[in-house]
């Protein structure tokens, strides 16, 4: 059984491009939620999606948008990209928004140059 | 509970000694707090949870220890082993109510080393 996977597992920017990044949920899991994690910090929550709309977000600005299809895989897109934009984001699955047992996936390590 | 600065704590423990990794907390409304994992270069990986009407919860070589009077949390390793080495985070998070349920809000993190 699969679990979390992310992709691209890297990725380099510049500045003012736009970047999507791509998250499957472990099997049988309904909601992703999306962290971004500073070097040497905690992760900060973005935004969750469940039954393919967004329920609850972060202290994020409207640059960072995100999308949930039918098979409950996500994407988080980053418009006008900055560079305190990199980051490693992670996303994370559970079965319902309630589970505590969220599974977090390896990460995207975006770098804007 | 926002993670701060560049500077994690860090405790470093020999093997098999037992471990204790403390963590502050700030919302008396949060209904769950859990302790994650995180290994270089990997996501942050579920270690156990604790309900905030509970005050001691034991899982396989770990307890954690919830005290909401002074609004701490512990997470206790036995028989400490190299590769419990991590980045050790808790998080707080609310069943329901207001804006914020259903997110995790991470706390600073430790650095835990085990020597062999």
């Known amino acids: 059984d699969a679990g979390v996977t992310q992709s691209p597992t890297h990725l380099i920017k510049t500045r003012g491009q736009q970047v999507t990044l791509r998250c499957s949920p472990k099997?049988?899991?309904?909601?992703v939620s999306w962290y971004q994690q500073a070097l040497g910090q905690g992760p900060q929550f973005i935004f969750q999606?469940?039954?393919?709309?967004?329920?609850q977000r972060g202290n994020f600005p409207d640059r960072f948008s995100g999308h949930q299809f039918p098979n409950y895989s996500s994407e988080l897109n980053v418009n006008a990209l900055l560079l305190g934009d990199s980051a490693l984001y992670l996303c994370?699955?559970?079965?319902?928004?309630?589970?505590?047992?969220?599974?977090f996936g390896q990460g995207t390590r975006l770098t804007v140059v | 509970g926002e993670s701060v600065g560049l500077h994690l704590p860090t405790l470093s423990v020999q093997e098999g000694d037992n471990s204790i990794i403390n963590c502050a907390y700030s919302?008396?409304?949060?209904?769950?707090f859990i302790w994650y994992k995180q290994e270089s270069g990997k996501g942050p990986q579920f270690i156990i949870d604790?309900?905030?009407?509970?005050d001691k919860r034991q899982g396989q070589r770990v307890t954690v220890l919830l005290n909401k009077t002074v609004k701490h949390l512990s997470l206790q390793i036995a028989a400490t082993q190299p590769g419990d080495s991590a980045v050790y985070f808790c998080?707080?998070?609310?069943?329901?109510?207001?804006?914020?349920?259903?997110?995790?809000?991470f706390g600073q993190g430790t650095i835990l080393t085990v020597h062999p």
């Open positions: 919302n008396s409304a949060s209904d769950y």
């Open positions: 999606y469940y039954e393919e709309e967004e329920r």
């Open positions: 994370a699955s559970s079965l319902g928004w309630k589970n505590t047992e969220a599974f």
């Open positions: 604790i309900r905030s009407n509970m």
């Open positions: 099997s049988g899991h309904d909601t």
């Open positions: 998080a707080e998070k609310r069943d329901a109510g207001g804006t914020s349920y259903g997110k995790l809000t």
